[in-house]
T-cell receptor, first 109, second 114 residues
Framework: AQRVTQPEKLLSVFKGAPVELKCNYS??????LFWYVQYSRQRLQLLLR??SRESIKGFTADLNKGETSFHLKKPFAQEEDSAMYYC???????????FGKGITLSVRP | KAGVTQTPRYLIKTRGQQVTLSCSPI?????VSWYQQTPGQGLQFLFE???????NKGNFPGRFSGRQFSNSRSEMNVSTLELGDSALYLC?????????????FGSGTRLTVV
């Protein structure tokens, strides 16, 4: 069975500091990994997908199959980045999204 | 284009009652999934429908059921409500089923069981 682990519940940083939100997964095959973000009072929205290898709002994430990780990074945090972030996984054979518990990112001025 | 629309936004029900939640996917999206979000368990998969057929089901009791109509709109039903069913129920749609397609989520229906 697949599992997604986000080891931290809260990360608090100052504006301009680097951010790394950790995500580890367990799945024996080749998963597809996502990061979703939920801003206050807004719906859950897709931030980025590993297969796109894109940078959204300055965030990047690299899939490390050796370490089974998909950490989300941003070099300089902004106050508007404050939100709840969820890492999620899906597989080809089983299309459901398996979510981690999420992490609250708080960026202080 | 319009996003995923869920109705109603809020519901209060009594234990033992049943409830039906509705989801209208993005136009052209044929796959609809449902998730339950609670503070304790986080986001958990309920089921996914594609072309009116249930493709996948999560680990929820049979009191939770769903269906999809020919226009891709979906409903989920919870019978014999329990206090523990209080949660935010999220619907998500995507163009097709299978990997490679990202999900777009609705705002959810917040169900409170008293």
């Amino acid at each position: 069975a697949q599992r997604v682990t986000q080891p931290e519940k809260l990360l608090s940083v100052f504006k301009g500091a680097p951010v790394e939100l950790k995500c580890n997964y367990s799945y024996s095959g080749s998963p597809e990994l996502f990061w979703y973000v939920q801003y206050s009072r807004q719906r859950l929205q897709l931030l980025l997908r590993h297969i796109s290898r894109e940078s959204i709002k300055g965030f990047t994430a690299d899939l490390n199959k050796g370490e089974t990780s998909f950490h989300l990074k941003k070099p300089f945090a902004q106050e508007e980045d404050s939100a709840m972030y969820y890492c999620a996984l899906t597989t080809g054979a089983n299309s459901k999204l398996t979510f981690g518990k999420g992490i609250t990112l708080s960026v202080r001025p | 284009k319009a996003g995923v629309t869920q109705t109603p936004r809020y519901l209060i029900k009594t234990r033992g009652q049943q409830v039906t939640l509705s989801c209208s996917p993005i136009s052209g999206h044929r796959s609809v999934s449902w998730y339950q979000q609670t503070p304790g368990q986080g986001l958990q998969f309920l089921f996914e429908y594609f072309s009116e057929t249930q493709r996948n089901k999560g680990n929820f009791p049979g009191r939770f059921s769903g269906r999809q109509f020919s226009n891709s709109r979906s409903e989920m039903n919870v019978s014999t409500l329990e206090l523990g069913d209080s949660a935010l129920y999220l619907c998500a749609s995507r163009p097709l089923a299978g990997s490679g397609y990202g999900y777009t989520f609705g705002s959810g229906t917040r169900l409170t069981v008293v």
